[in-house]
């Protein structure tokens, strides 16, 4: 079945530095890539999202790449602040021609960002 | 997004005793809902895919006698924990489901004793 893995488990940055989430999913037919934040005992939150037909979103300090060919997409943080500092988690996810679909989540990245 | 309320958020219980977690839709009319656990620093696993008026799809390994899941209307769907056991102690997440994107709920913390 569909796989996604995600790199690395844990991640420290000081603040201003970039940090940088790797994911690689295993169905081709994955269409779309959100990236959720969860801050400890809350829900995941919603940050940013990519579909397969484009290659790269911006959003203020937050990007994510998607390199269809690979299967990878990658999250990419700037100007960390210390309020950046959660658990990340990347998922994939197809339609199906009845419209359904489910998300497969990555196993999440805890940052931490040091002041 | 939608807004999505959980009840209760956090609920202690006997082993052997059944709980009911309700999801509710504040603003959106969902025709689909999830409902994931979350083990203490793991992912979100998805347990079931719930469709208003139609039964649940669980997901494998996923027991549907042990974790009922009704989904009456557009916007509510409840996850019954049946004879719960300490093992089932978990956090419990529903989300409801958009065009392509989910839009979680608080999340219910489940201890059970």
């Known amino acids: 079945g569909e796989n996604v893995e995600q790199h690395p488990s844990t991640l420290s940055v000081q603040e201003g530095d970039s940090a940088v989430i790797k994911c690689t999913y295993s169905?081709?037919?994955?269409?779309?890539f959100p990236w959720y934040k969860q801050e400890l005992g809350k829900r995941p939150q919603l940050i940013i999202d990519?579909?397969?037909?484009?290659g790269e979103k911006k959003d203020q300090r937050i990007a994510v790449t998607l390199n269809k060919t690979a299967k990878h997409f990658s999250l990419h943080i700037t100007e960390t602040q210390p309020e950046d500092s959660a658990v990340y988690f990347c998922?994939?996810?197809?339609?199906?021609?009845?419209?359904?679909?489910?998300?497969?989540f990555g196993t999440g990245t805890r940052l931490k960002v040091l002041a | 997004g939608a807004v999505v309320s959980q009840h209760p958020s956090r609920v202690i219980c006997k082993s052997g005793t059944s709980v009911k977690i309700e999801c509710r839709s504040l603003?959106?009319?969902?025709?689909?809902m999830f409902w994931y656990r979350q083990f203490p620093k793991q992912s979100l696993m998805l347990m079931a895919t719930?469709?208003?008026?139609?039964?649940?799809?669980?997901e494998q390994g996923v027991e549907k006698d042990k974790f009922l899941i009704n989904h009456a209307s557009l916007t509510l769907s409840t996850l019954t924990v049946t004879s719960a056991h300490p093992e089932d102690s978990s956090f419990y997440i529903c989300?409801?489901?958009?065009?392509?994107?989910?839009?979680f709920g608080p999340g219910t913390r489940l201890t059970v004793l």
């Open positions: 169905d081709s037919a994955s269409n779309y």
């Open positions: 989300a409801l489901g958009g065009r392509s994107e989910q839009f």
């Open positions: 719930s469709n208003e008026g139609s039964k649940a799809t669980y």
């Open positions: 998922a994939a996810s197809k339609t199906a021609t009845s419209g359904t679909y489910k998300y497969i």
């Open positions: 990519i579909r397969s037909n484009v």
């Open positions: 603003d959106f009319q969902a025709t689909t």
